[in-house]
């Protein structure tokens, strides 16, 4: 067996993380939301009685967390150890990934059938003496159906979509700091 070009086991460099942001939805606000396409599929709505434990920008920057986590040290980008020179990676400091929370909602095609909607940019920068080097962005986007119209369907939807998401941009990420 011919060995691999890429070990999948050995660690990889740190990656300093930007706390993820969210200008589609409303600042702070931990409901669950949908949108009925079929009537006004622009507005967002809020589900009354369902709430998530934490704001959906602060859940998906730990579900990242995790998941980039479990091959890299992941250091908070405004904290002074993300300022560190990385010897891993000639001295350069470590590679800066911003992430943007465009979408996190239930989507209703009709009354009873609605898929989870994750949206996320994410950049991930070079800093350099001479400023910031763009390595990539891109853009992820995950639908998983959602098992039931409810908002308790929606969750277990958009946590499958988050995760989707995650680990798509982990494989994006690996990708983009080899190069």
Known sequence: MAPSSVDRSAPLPPLAMADVEAPGLPEG???????????????????????????PAQLVQQRLREQLGQRRAILKADDG?????DPARGGALPLVLRVELEEFSQLFSSPGDSVAAVRMRATLVDLTPAGEVLRGQKVFVAQVPARSADAAGGVQALSEAATQCANELSAWIDAASAK
């Open 81 to 85: 150890a993300a300022q560190a020179r």
């Open 29 to 55: 606000s931990n409901a669950v939301y949908y949108r009925l396409a079929y009537t006004d599929g622009q507005q967002l709505r809020p589900y009354s009685q369902a709430r998530w434990s934490q704001p």
